[in-house]
């Protein structure tokens, strides 16, 4: 089971179409931040790869080198995997009622189409919360395109971390995602469902090439989009707009206390009037993008 797949369940981010990540990378989302005398870095990730992303450009190496503090949206090591049964079975099931008499109608049509059609096991997710099921089939879709969860650039930045001893801040904790995305209503887990089923790889390769350019206009209209097709304003608060703000509060607070950091976080939380950048820049920080 993978934490980083829990953040982005209806976004396009998690559907990687692109072959074209080497090692030149454009203009990654690399921000420079500076307050007082203090440098900080605030990187804008994907989190599943391929081996053909790597090495990541020399900016964004360099930023890392001279920073002595990596945070990330939580810092999950391997021994820590066993940690997550229990909140699976709190969150992410339900043994009560069938997942197929918490559909709608519709839904549930749907979801028993793409079940023979894509050749399912929906036998097997009977007690799965719709939230979660989203999440294996956004995995299970990945595996077959050939990324990894191992290959994301927050696990890049975390081995090197661990590997050299340094300094690791988490910005979340893994209850507090499972618990974001298991407090969704019916209607809204289900709306995560459709999505997953219904999603198709062609139509996310701008926003790939947006992020591989560092455009970030380009990003958050295409974030925008997808939640207000789906009716889901609220969703995008929840898991974008409100935990932003959580953020940028603690990335702001261990800046303040003369730690130099290099901030991982999902490209997502990065963009937009409510996202860091801006957030940060309203605190008196200082944000220049890496070009």
């Given at each position: 089971?993978?934490?980083?797949?829990?953040r982005?369940?209806?976004?396009?981010?998690?559907?990687?179409?692109?072959?074209?990540?080497?090692?030149d990378?454009?203009?990654?989302d690399?921000?420079?931040?500076?307050?007082?005398g203090n440098?900080?870095?605030?990187?804008?990730?994907?989190?599943l790869?391929?081996?053909?992303?790597y090495?990541?450009?020399?900016?964004?190496?360099?930023?890392?080198?001279?920073?002595?503090h990596?945070?990330?949206?939580?810092?999950?090591?391997?021994?820590?995997?066993?940690?997550?049964?229990?909140?699976?079975?709190?969150?992410?099931?339900?043994?009560t009622?069938?997942l197929?008499?918490?559909?709608?109608?519709?839904?549930?049509?749907?979801y028993?189409?793409?079940?023979t059609k894509k050749?399912?096991?929906?036998?097997?997710?009977?007690?799965?919360?719709?939230?979660?099921?989203?999440?294996?089939l956004?995995?299970?879709?990945?595996?077959?395109l050939?990324?990894?969860?191992?290959?994301?650039?927050?696990k890049?930045?975390?081995?090197?971390?661990?590997?050299?001893?340094?300094?690791v801040?988490?910005?979340?904790?893994a209850?507090?995602?499972?618990?974001?995305?298991?407090?969704?209503?019916?209607?809204?887990?289900?709306?995560?469902?459709?999505?997953s089923?219904?999603?198709?790889?062609?139509?996310?390769?701008?926003?790939?090439?947006?992020?591989?350019?560092?455009?970030?206009?380009?990003?958050?209209?295409?974030?925008?989009?997808?939640?207000?097709?789906?009716?889901?304003k609220?969703?995008y608060?929840?898991?974008?707009?409100?935990?932003?703000?959580?953020?940028?509060?603690?990335?702001?607070?261990?800046?303040?206390a003369?730690?130099?950091?290099?901030?991982?976080?999902g490209?997502?939380?990065i963009?937009?009037?409510?996202?860091?950048?801006?957030?940060l820049?309203k605190?008196?920080?200082?944000?220049?993008?890496i070009?």
């Amino acid at each position: 089971m993978s934490l980083s797949l829990f953040r982005y369940l209806i976004i396009a981010i998690l559907w990687l179409t692109s072959n074209q990540l080497l090692a030149d990378n454009g203009q990654p989302d690399l921000w420079r931040v500076e307050k007082n005398g203090n440098t900080s870095y605030l990187f804008g990730s994907i989190h599943l790869g391929s081996p053909d992303m790597y090495p990541l450009s020399d900016a964004v190496y360099k930023a890392y080198e001279i920073t002595n503090h990596l945070m990330v949206e939580i810092d999950l090591k391997p021994e820590d995997e066993a940690k997550m049964i229990p909140l699976v079975q709190k969150y992410g099931l339900n043994s009560t009622v069938p997942l197929e008499k918490r559909l709608s109608p519709e839904g549930l049509a749907l979801y028993k189409q793409a079940c023979t059609k894509k050749s399912l096991p929906c036998q097997q997710f009977s007690s799965y919360q719709a939230w979660f099921l989203s999440v294996q089939l956004s995995l299970m879709s990945m595996q077959k395109l050939g990324y990894q969860n191992e290959l994301g650039i927050d696990k890049h930045f975390l081995k090197k971390a661990h590997q050299t001893k340094r300094n690791v801040i988490s910005l979340e904790t893994a209850e507090s995602q499972f618990k974001l995305l298991g407090g969704f209503d019916q209607q809204q887990q289900e709306s995560m469902l459709m999505q997953s089923l219904q999603m198709r790889k062609e139509g996310f390769v701008g926003l790939f090439d947006a992020w591989k350019s560092g455009n970030d206009d380009a990003m958050l209209t295409m974030f925008q989009a997808d939640f207000e097709q789906s009716g889901a304003k609220e969703m995008y608060n929840a898991l974008f707009d409100d935990r932003n703000i959580n953020m940028a509060k603690k990335i702001s607070k261990n800046i303040k206390a003369n730690r130099s950091l290099f901030v991982v976080v999902g490209a997502g939380h990065i963009i937009g009037e409510n996202g860091i950048v801006e957030l940060l820049r309203k605190e008196g920080f200082k944000l220049v993008q890496i070009q």
